[in-house]
């Protein structure tokens, strides 16, 4: 039940971003400090948490698993990122029409993302509740730039932009959910390939899209976000 009630929360981050995007005027700062807590967090908890917690699942050729599985997350969303249109920044003065054909096009691939991030979640909650929470916690912020990118996008059409903010915002917990109903065929070494490819993922995330990101707003909001993150996972350390 954790798993369900974490992965629908985490979709929520998206709700926020699509109503920052309608009635809040100045979101770069906002911006700035989800992408910089967003990235300590991330960066830090493979190395604290995810990381130790897959090794312990592997009885045999531990490291080797490890290697493997993140190579495998790693590839599985570059490929991912290769079949869809970027979802990076787009020219705002564009044609209507095309914008929101890009606007559509990005919430399709943030779709599909998040459910196979609900499951990498859900495995993490699994496997510790504290560093699951953590981790959906960073990944929430994460979440509220693309809404607001997404929305204002598709801002011209209204119902279209309600649509798939409701569809971004469970795609999270359907990814929980398949997890949950399979859950009976998780073996500690499956869970520890799952943590593997989530480790690899994670690395993805940090140095495609939240590096990329970071390079390009980093003030000092980015900065207050990054001693944020630190604090939250020296108390998490210290809990």
């Known amino acids: 039940m954790n798993v369900l009630l974490v992965t629908l929360g985490v979709g929520f981050f998206f709700l926020i971003g699509t109503l920052i995007s309608l009635f809040v005027k100045n979101k770069n ?10 990235f300590i967090l991330m960066f830090l908890l493979i190395i604290t948490d995810i990381i130790p917690d897959a090794l312990e699942l592997f009885y045999n050729y531990r490291y080797f698993s490890l290697v493997g ?16 249109p970027h979802h990076h920044d787009h020219n705002i003065n564009k044609d209507h029409n095309h914008l929101i054909h890009i606007g559509i096009m990005t919430s399709i691939a943030l779709i599909i993302h998040n459910i196979v991030e609900g499951v990498s979640i859900g495995v993490l909650v699994q496997t510790s509740l504290k560093t699951g929470l953590i981790y959906a916690f960073s990944v929430g912020l994460h979440n509220i730039p693309f809404g607001i990118k997404v929305s204002s996008m598709l801002l011209s059409n ?18 929980g959910l398949l997890l949950y109903v399979f859950n009976n065929l998780l073996s500690n070494f499956i869970l520890g390939i ?9 690395i993805y995330i940090i140095i495609f899209e939240l590096l990329t990101e970071l390079k390009e707003k980093i003030n000092k909001y980015s900065v207050i976000g990054i001693i944020t993150g630190i604090i939250i996972i020296l108390i998490g350390l210290v809990i």
């Open 29 to 38: 700062k906002l911006i700035s400090f989800s992408l910089g807590i967003s």
């Open 69 to 84: 599985g993140a190579l495998v997350g790693f590839g599985g969303i570059l490929i991912l990122e290769k079949l869809v």
């Open 158 to 175: 209204k119902k279209k932009m309600w649509i798939y903010t409701f569809l971004l915002t469970l795609s999270t917990f359907v990814g």
């Open 194 to 202: 799952l943590l593997s490819i989530t480790v690899g993922m994670i």
